[in-house]
C-alpha cells in the first residue's frame, strides 16, 4: 500500500520520502512500543499506525474508483478521511443482540436463564478499558447468570496490562466467566494470554465440558491455529469432542472461527462464535463471510437437526480502529422454558450500553 502511495506521490523532497518509510516501518513500531514503551505511550504509536493504515486503505480504493475521472489527489483524501472519521465513530457505538431460545431442556426453576457472549475484545495496546467498560454495563444492564468470550480476548504484550486484568476481574457474574482462545492468544505467546485470561476470573476451555446444575453444558474447543504453534489440547472436531458431552442436556458449543463440521449437527443445540468481526468493511466483507466461512451475514443460522449457529461481530477490532456497516456488539442469550417448536427470536437493541 505505501508503494502505490510512493508512485502516486512522486515525493521529491527528503522529508516526504522518510516518513513514507517510518509508515511503511509503523508495524515493527507497534510490537516494539508494547513491549518496551508504557501502555500510554504504545497506545499513541499504536493507534497512530494503525488509523494510519486504515486511512490509507482507504485512500487507495477511492483512488482507484475516481483515478479514470480525475488526477487531483483531493478528492481521493477527502473521502479516505471523511470514510476513515466515520469508520472510528461506529467501532464506538455497540449493539446488543438479544437472542431468545426456548427448550424444554430448561428446566421451570432456572428459566429465564441469561447469558452474555463476549468476543474479540482485543485488548492490548489499543483496545483497552473503553471495551471492558462496555462489558461492565451490560453486566448491570442484563444482569446475566454466566458470562462467555469467544476467542481473542487478548492481542498483544499482556506483561505490564494489570489495569486491563484487574478491570475485568470485577465483572462477574452469579456462574462466573468462561473463555476459549482464539487465534490472536497465539500470536504473542498461549501461555501469557492464558495466564492473563485465568487471573481475569475466567475458565478457559480448550477441549473441556462444563457443567452447570444439571441442565447446561458448555462445550469449549481449542482454535486451529494452535497447529501452527504445535499448542492444541483436546480435540479439534466437534464431531469427536461431543460424543462425550451428556445426553439430554441444553449443549452449547463454544468455537471461535464459525465453522462447523455437517457431522455435528444434532450433538448441540446452540453454537457461540466470534473471529469474523462482521467483515468490518461492508460490502468486501460480506464476500469474505461468504467466501471463507459460507455465511451470508453474521448473526444467527438455522442449522439442520434443530441446531443454530450465532455468530458475533465482537467489541474490539484486531488491526485499524475502523467498521462500516459493521457495528460492533455482544450478545444475550435468554433460554427460556417450552417447546421446541417456538422459534428463537433476535432483536438488535441499540443506545443501551
Excluded at 486511512?55 to 487507495?60: A, E, P, Q, S, V
Excluded at 487471573?199 to 446444575?213: N, P, Q, S
Aim: aromatic residues 14%; positive net charge.
Amino acid at each position: 500500500m505505501h508503494l502505490y502511495l510512493y508512485f502516486r506521490l512522486h515525493p521529491r523532497h527528503l522529508v516526504i520520502k522518510l516518513l513514507l518509510i517510518l509508515a511503511f516501518l509503523s508495524p515493527l513500531f507497534i510490537r516494539l512500543s508494547d513491549h518496551y514503551l508504557s501502555p500510554f505511550l504504545s497506545f499513541l504509536i499504536s493507534f497512530s499506525a494503525l488509523f494510519w493504515m486504515g486511512f490509507l486503505l482507504y485512500f487507495i480504493i477511492f483512488d482507484l474508483i475516481l483515478r479514470p475521472f480525475t488526477k487531483r489527489l483531493s478528492f481521493s483524501l477527502g473521502m479516505a478521511i471523511l470514510f476513515s472519521l466515520y469508520s472510528y465513530y461506529e467501532t464506538l457505538k455497540p449493539e446488543v443482540i438479544y437472542l431468545t431460545i426456548t427448550s424444554s431442556k430448561i428446566p421451570q426453576e432456572t428459566s429465564p436463564f441469561r447469558i452474555l457472549q463476549i468476543s474479540d475484545l482485543h485488548l492490548g495496546p489499543v483496545m483497552g478499558l473503553d471495551k471492558i467498560d462496555i462489558v461492565k454495563k451490560a453486566v448491570q444492564r442484563f444482569k446475566p447468570q454466566l458470562i462467555v468470550s469467544t476467542g481473542d480476548l487478548v492481542d498483544g504484550n499482556m506483561d505490564n496490562k494489570a489495569d486491563l486484568k484487574f478491570a475485568l476481574k470485577t465483572i462477574d457474574a452469579p456462574y462466573g466467566k468462561i473463555a476459549i482462545v482464539g487465534n490472536h492468544e497465539y500470536y504473542r505467546g498461549i501461555e501469557k494470554a492464558l495466564t492473563f485470561t485465568e487471573d481475569a476470573g475466567f475458565k478457559v476451555l480448550r477441549g473441556d465440558i462444563y457443567e452447570i446444575e444439571n441442565f447446561l453444558v458448555i462445550a469449549g474447543l481449542d482454535d486451529d491455529d494452535c497447529r501452527y504453534f504445535k499448542r492444541c489440547k483436546g480435540p479439534l472436531d466437534e464431531k469427536v469432542f461431543l460424543k462425550e458431552v451428556p445426553k439430554g442436556k441444553f449443549v452449547i458449543l463454544l468455537k471461535h472461527k464459525p465453522r462447523v463440521n455437517p457431522s455435528a449437527y444434532g450433538l448441540f443445540d446452540l453454537m457461540l462464535s466470534g473471529h469474523t468481526h462482521g467483515g468490518l468493511y461492508y460490502p468486501v466483507g460480506k464476500w469474505l463471510l461468504k467466501y471463507f466461512f459460507d455465511l451470508e451475514y453474521p448473526g444467527l443460522h438455522t442449522l439442520t437437526q434443530g441446531g443454530y449457529l450465532l455468530v458475533s461481530k465482537g467489541l474490539g477490532t484486531g488491526g485499524p480502529p475502523m467498521r462500516f456497516l459493521t457495528p460492533p456488539d455482544l450478545v444475550i442469550i435468554e433460554l427460556r422454558t417450552g417447546k421446541e417448536s417456538s422459534l428463537p427470536v433476535l432483536q438488535v437493541l441499540s443506545d443501551q450500553l
